[in-house]
């Protein structure tokens, strides 16, 4: 009678152990690069947002102070990274993601155009009544 309840416990101990490894499985592909501006440099402090184009899922990161970023444990697919940084144009760039890839995505970022403004009003300064001072510019001669 033990033998038979000791066979059911390790067939049943097999079996959970079995099952339990597929439930522990998961993806590991990797996006890695680094963010350049148009000389080179690294661009720290840049924010990247990864986002699989057949789920919609959406993951940010953000440049560290040599520049690279670090995507882990995605799942296969399409996906498209947009890197933004103060001072620079957004940048996109579409890839596909295999299966236990680790896939070298540098972005190098384009200037973004500076916008300046300038405003013109023709009023007059404000007469201001409570200085009760008169100047005048003489002339050498004087």
């Known amino acids: 009678m033990t033998i038979r309840y000791l066979a059911k416990a390790i ?11 597929v439930g ?5 592909a990797y996006v890695q690069g680094s963010v350049q501006d148009p000389s080179g440099a690294a661009v720290p402090g840049a924010t ?5 184009t057949q789920t919609n899922v959406i993951a940010t990161a953000k440049s560290d102070a040599s520049g690279n970023y670090r995507f882990v444990s995605l799942a296969p697919g399409s996906y498209q ?11 996109v760039i579409p890839f596909t993601l295999e ?5 070298n995505l540098p972005v190098k970022l384009t200037v973004g155009s ?7 009003t023709s009023q007059a300064p404000v007469l201001d009544t409570a200085d009760s001072r008169n100047e005048m510019t003489l002339e050498t001669q004087a």
């Open 81 to 91: 990274v947009t890197a933004d940084a103060k001072g620079f144009a957004p940048t």
């Open 99 to 103: 299966t236990n890839q680790t896939y």
């Open 48 to 52: 990247l947002t990864l986002k699989n």
């Open 114 to 120: 500076m916008t300046q403004s300038v405003k013109v």
């Open 24 to 28: 522990f499985a998961q993806f590991s």
């Open 11 to 21: 067939f049943c101990t097999a079996l959970l152990t079995a099952f339990t490894a």
